[in-house]
């Protein structure tokens, strides 16, 4: 993954932050011509885009008519990162977002993903029954808010940002021209 090489090679804290990414879409989702209506978009052409700029990075994306609410996946996220393993569950969920069109809003594809993380299915579902990480989320959604974030995902150096799923070499630019340092090399 590009951010495991970037944090390889920059001395750099990866923080997610989550995002409202449409917000109001209720559990069992919503088709995408559904989630658009009223707005001048050609759903092919954006798909075509999208599909051609993830096989151009390498990441996984199928052709999906639905589109789910991530707010669940965001609260058992902020578990899954107080437990050491936020990035593989962020990893985890977006392929079962993305590239198998599963369900994240569901509770027991969820926890499913959880499990298959390494992550006690048990806990996990106790933590979405108790919605004990809603504050988590509801403050990053403050901070996305409060740095005008509009799009996902949006990667912040200080006060710069840059939108959308870019190459390595697009990012470790940023990076260079936002002051990071570069690791030393390890013998």
Do not use: C
Not at 101 to 115: F, M, P, Q, Y
Request: aromatic share 8%.
């Amino acid at each position: 993954m590009r951010i495991e090489r970037l944090r390889k090679n920059y001395v750099i804290e990866v923080r997610w932050t989550a995002f409202p990414l449409h917000p109001d879409t209720p559990e069992g989702g919503l088709t995408l011509q559904e989630l658009f209506r009223g707005r001048p978009i050609d759903l092919n052409a954006v798909k075509a885009h999208l599909k051609q700029v993830a096989d151009e990075l390498g990441l996984p994306l199928a052709d999906r008519e639905r589109t789910f609410n991530s707010r669940l996946a965001q609260e058992l996220a902020k578990w899954a990162e107080s437990r050491g393993k936020g990035g593989v569950f962020h990893e985890a969920v977006f392929r079962a977002f993305f590239a198998e069109g599963r369900n994240i809003s569901n509770v027991d594809e969820l926890v499913a993903i959880a499990k298959s993380t390494g992550l006690p299915e048990n806990e996990a579902r106790s933590v979405l029954e108790s919605r004990k990480f809603r504050p988590a989320v509801d403050s990053d959604w403050l901070r996305s808010r409060e740095l005008g974030i509009t799009a996902v995902p949006t990667f912040v150096v200080g006060r710069r940002a840059i939108v959308g799923a870019q190459p390595y070499e697009v990012l470790e630019q940023f990076l260079k021209t936002s002051g990071v340092k570069e690791r030393e090399a390890e013998d």
